[in-house]
């Protein structure tokens, strides 16, 4: 179902599993669940992905969204959260020495326990979710504004277009990114989680999940950076003395930039706090951390060119209901 340049729509972050303040978002947008299915008597919601892991009621969301997108009253993009689960059970190809596209490392085993342990007895529908996961979307396009998970970037679009059709995955390309470097890998890899960098030498970050990390998320619309404490988008920052450190020229090359005269864009995927607002006049993000007693946000688009901040809408996640 493709996008209507001349429609409305309201644009949804991150949920992972939060069902029920799901719900009361819908409400107050001015949704009514009828025959079962929330709908609107105009209007269409887009999720930006990431629908599953860490929260209590990922069933249920998988459910509610599902059946909006099956009604004609949604769309829904892929996140890298479904993306790790299809990978998962997606054998790795031979010679890219990995048994699977995601391995079943310790990481991608807690990331996915709460999904697997909420669907442990319902594995038929695990697996016909598994299945439409491979009919979303890795982005969205209405030319008068733009949806993607993590990062858009034109060049690596315009090579999607040729290679997949209409943006959704195939069991040959996903397991093309079990193989690193590859073009897959790549493209994944930038519109699912974004950019990341090397931390400076001797520095790491431990995430509230307890894995340690020698990267970091960067921006990817900064005009001009010049050093690591310029470019950092990620809830825990970096230690000052490595935030004042001067990126190279090499380092600077690799960040993107999405141009401040490109169409809005919406994204989630970056777990931000406090109250919703563009990033810029053309970029917004959504995922305010809802899993996290945070924000469950949309933003209510009828066309602008440019991000309002008073179309923000959002409920605050209640404990311990989510």
């Known amino acids: 179902m493709q996008l209507d340049p001349a429609r409305c729509y309201d644009l949804i972050g991150d949920i992972h599993g939060c069902a029920l303040t799901l719900a009361r978002l819908l409400e107050q947008l001015g949704y009514r669940r009828e025959h079962g299915v929330w709908r609107h008597p105009y209007r269409q919601a887009i999720f930006l992905g990431d629908l599953i892991d860490r929260g209590p009621r990922i069933r249920e969301a998988l459910h509610l969204v599902h059946d909006m997108v099956d009604g004609g009253y949604a769309h829904c993009i892929l996140g890298n959260h479904e993306f790790n689960a299809l990978g998962w059970y997606t054998p790795a190809p031979p010679g890219s020495g990995k048994s699977f596209v995601r391995e079943h490392t310790p990481r991608y085993e807690r990331l996915l326990r709460d999904t697997f342990e909420q669907f442990d007895a319902h594995p038929q529908e695990w697996q016909a979710f598994r299945e439409w996961f491979l009919e979303l979307p890795l ?5 008068v504004f733009r949806v993607v998970h993590a990062c858009w970037d034109g060049a690596v679009i315009a090579k999607l277009r040729e290679r997949l059709d209409e943006g959704r995955l195939n069991v040959a390309f996903l397991q093309e990114a079990a193989v690193d470097g ?83 864009l919406f994204v989630g995927h970056y777990w931000r706090s406090g109250i919703p607002a563009p990033l810029r006049p053309n970029l917004a993000c959504l995922d305010y951390s809802a899993v996290k007693y945070g924000k469950l946000v949309a933003y209510r688009f009828d066309g602008e060119a440019r991000i309002d901040p008073a179309k923000f809408c959002w409920v605050e996640v209640e404990r311990p209901e989510a």
């Open 182 to 264: 590859s073009f897959a890998c790549t493209a994944l890899d930038r519109l699912l989680r974004g950019i990341d960098l090397p931390l400076p030498k001797g520095v790491t970050l431990t995430s509230e999940e307890g894995f340690t990390r020698t990267v970091f998320r960067t921006k990817f619309w900064e005009e001009r950076p010049e050093t690591y404490g310029d470019v950092v988008f990620q809830p825990d920052g970096l230690p000052d003395h490595a935030a004042c450190l001067p990126l190279s020229p090499a380092q600077r090359d690799r960040l993107f930039l999405y141009g401040p005269d490109e169409p809005p």
């Open 139 to 143: 982005y969205l396009d209405a030319e």
